[in-house]
Nanobody
C-alpha cells in the first residue's frame, strides 16, 4: 500500500505565498507522474499542476506564472510553491501519484490520493 501525506496548507492574505509538500511512502517501486489537484466548495476537483518522473511539468492556465511544482525522485516527495495567491485559489489541495507498487509478489500500477490540505486566501 502507498500513503501520500500533504503538509503546508493554511490561511494567507491575497498576494501572499504558501508552499505545499507531499511525501509518498509504502511499497513503491517507482512513481511516474505526481500532481496537485484542488477542489473548492461546490466545484469539481481540478488539476493544478503535474510533474513527470523526467521533470516535465504541466500547469492549469489559472496558475501559470504563479505556481511552481517540483519533485525529488530519490525521496518520493513533491512540492508546490504558490506565489501571488488569490482568493480564487482557496480550496482543498490534494496530492496525487501514479505509481508501480508491490502487492506481495505482484507488481501493479495504481493511482493514489492524499487526504488533502486546506488553503484559504482571504484578508
Amino acid at each position: 500500500q502507498v500513503q501520500l501525506v500533504e503538509s503546508g496548507g493554511g490561511l494567507v492574505q491575497p498576494g501572499g505565498s504558501l508552499r505545499l509538500s507531499c511525501a509518498a511512502s509504502g511499497s513503491i517501486i517507482s512513481i511516474f507522474t505526481m500532481a496537485w489537484y484542488r477542489q473548492a466548495p461546490g466545484k469539481a476537483r481540478e488539476l493544478v499542476a503535474s510533474i513527470a518522473s523526467g521533470s516535465s511539468t504541466n500547469y492549469a492556465d489559472s496558475v501559470k506564472g504563479r505556481f511552481t511544482i517540483s519533485r525529488d525522485n530519490a525521496k518520493n516527495t513533491m512540492s508546490l510553491q504558490m506565489n501571488s495567491l488569490e482568493p480564487e485559489d482557496t480550496a482543498v489541495y490534494y496530492c496525487n501519484a501514479d505509481a508501480w507498487i508491490a502487492r506481495g509478489v505482484t507488481l501493479t500500477r495504481e493511482t493514489f490520493w492524499g487526504q488533502g490540505t486546506q488553503v484559504t486566501v482571504s484578508s
